[in-house]
């Protein structure tokens, strides 16, 4: 059987970015915390900290937020950055205020460029981060590309090659499939995650990606009907799909 940890309470909610210590002291005495319904007033007890505190502790009246081990699917729109190092708005910034402070520390699994959207994971995670950005795991990609111009033919043999280099590079790729939607589109899948792999791809067969939306990671996709920045919690059933 799993080993069930025990934390401080105040320790538990300041790592969850509700407060400091001194902030929950405060919030306790006021009534503010409750578990199961009943007022939490000394911070200072430890609890088991289970997977379904989050249904048995509110926080000025709300559910508590998932614990340690959370894994989000965002849908991410056109014009965010993944990193902090880049200038403009990021992609953390769609999610509640308080996670910014959570430790550990959220992340996203690889990065998306400024001006690619869609399928887009994040996690506190560090051994999922790991393990689903390991080229050793060969979880696949699946892009959309909308071209600047049509597609020449060579594409599908060169990009399923594993002997294109990309410039400035001294690795060829792995092996990617390219299913052609038109003249101008394509979904291409790919198990690495090179530095803006997708487009330098087309741009080594003298095309340029105009769009390009990333449709699938592993066998995840993104839920019908989920518009440009929402984003969910992933159960463990769809954490599996990743590697499937
Ligand atoms: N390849 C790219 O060129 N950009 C991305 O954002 C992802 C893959």
Known sequence: MAKISTSRVDKLLSSMGYGSRKELARMAKAGAITLDGAEFLDVTKRIPVTPDLPTRMTIDGEALDPVAGMV?????????TCSHKEDGVLVYDLLPDRWKSRSPKISTIGRL???TTGLLLLTDDGD?????I???RHV??????????????????LFASGQLMLEGEDKPLAPAELEIVSKTEALLSVVEGRYH??????????NHVEDLHRERLG?????DGMLPGQ???????DIALIFQ
């Open 113 to 115: 460029d400024k001006q």
């Open 134 to 136: 390991s080229p050793r």
């Open 72 to 80: 989000i699917l965002l849908n991410k729109p056109l014009g965010m």
């Open 128 to 132: 999922l981060l790991h393990r689903v």
């Open 197 to 206: 792999q997708v487009r330098r791809m087309f741009a080594a067969t003298g």
């Open 231 to 237: 984003w969910k919690l992933l159960g463990e059933k």
């Open 219 to 223: 066998g995840l996709s993104l839920p």
């Open 140 to 157: 696949k990609k699946t892009y959309r590309a909308k071209l600047a111009r049509p597609l020449n033919g060579t594409e599908c043999d």
